[in-house]
């Protein structure tokens, strides 16, 4: 392996002018404070990105454990029929008895008993299989349709501080649903080649979906993945994405590291299987942006 330390470069968050990886200055992130006591609305952030392989399950489990970690109560919801936030986080989707297809299509089933807790202190599942393939034909023909993921989350809704609902790689009724129960959306970008293409898609079916269901939905933030600093292209991706999107362009950026596809064999977040590695420290730095952006979660 070389040791040139200019291949080594990007392991530190901060370049020599004191810009940080998006080319902008870093902001002042306070620490987060635990939420206060007394009753709870949470925010519901939908995790989006019609591609695959972006990054959005990893960024559920990895955001939703660095806030966790801060005291918050947090519910992911895996809205993908591959399961894969459910794997991340140790439960095996074929063995489930009851997932969130139950719920969606299902009249007589009670939340409490779909929810697992994890094995990380205050953060809670909504876990999904393969069955969650079979709810998009059969939602079309249900009344309000688009309302149904909403409507299975409203009764645990004071609960939990931060629900984050990890997305299909697709742009159909399920990721519809996820926009139409959200406050905001979180897009992660990868940092590759062409990844800017199929976000101004995306954010067209944000803005019809804002239009004509959810008046209140927001992009909270895009969040750079797989982002390797020594290559020209992982910093271009960045720079166009902060001269298209400005400020809603998360300062945090997530490097490419082996930990990640690590810690979904493992089945836990990072913030516990190498909670002190930069993977790690990245999404508890994410996870202060989002509560400076999203004061109420
Ligand atoms: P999506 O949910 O958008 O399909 P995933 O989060 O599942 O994307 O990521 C796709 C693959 O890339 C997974 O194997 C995951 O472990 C891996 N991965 C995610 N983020 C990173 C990263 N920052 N560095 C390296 N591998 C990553
Ligand atoms: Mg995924």
């Not at 209140?216 to 001269?243: C, F, K, N, P």
């Not at 596809?261 to 990072?270: D, K, Q, S, Y």
Request: hydrophobic share 40%.
């Amino acid at each position: 392996m070389s040791q040139n330390p200019a291949l080594f470069e990007d392991d530190t968050d901060t370049t020599s002018d004191g810009l940080g990886p998006t080319g902008r200055p870093w902001p002042d992130l306070p620490e987060p404070t635990a939420p206060g006591p007394g009753p709870k609305r949470a925010t519901i952030i939908a995790m989006t990105n019609q591609k695959g392989g972006v990054g959005k399950t990893t960024t559920t489990i990895n955001l939703g454990a660095a806030l966790a970690e801060t005291g918050r109560n947090v519910l992911l919801v895996d809205f993908d029929p591959q399961g894969s936030a459910s794997v991340g986080l140790g439960v095996n989707p074929h063995t489930l008895e009851l997932s969130i297809y139950n719920l969606l299509l299902g009249r007589d089933v009670d939340i409490d008993d779909v929810i697992l807790e994890t094995n990380v202190d205050g953060l809670d599942l909504l876990p999904a299989n393969i069955d969650l393939s079979a709810a998009e034909p059969q939602l079309v023909s249900e009344v309000a349709r688009e309302h149904t993921l909403r409507r299975v989350l409203k009764p645990v809704r004071d609960r939990y501080d931060v629900i984050i609902i990890d997305c299909a790689p697709s742009l159909g009724l399920l990721t519809v649903n996820a926009l139409t129960a959200a406050d905001q959306v979180i897009i992660p970008l990868e940092c590759e080649f062409f990844a800017l293409r199929g976000v101004a898609l995306l954010t067209d079916t944000i803005a019809k979906v804002t239009e004509r269901i959810n008046p209140d939905l927001e992009v909270l933030g895009i969040v750079g993945t797989m982002y390797d600093g020594r290559t020209l292209h992982s910093r271009e991706v960045l720079q166009r994405a902060v001269e298209a999107f400005g400020d809603k362009v998360f300062h945090t950026v997530i490097k490419r590291t082996v930990k990640f596809p690590e810690t979904t064999v493992a089945g836990e977040p990072i913030t516990t299987y190498a909670s002190s590695s930069p993977g790690a420290a990245a999404y508890r730095t994410l996870a202060r942006e989002v509560l400076a952006r999203c004061p109420g979660a």
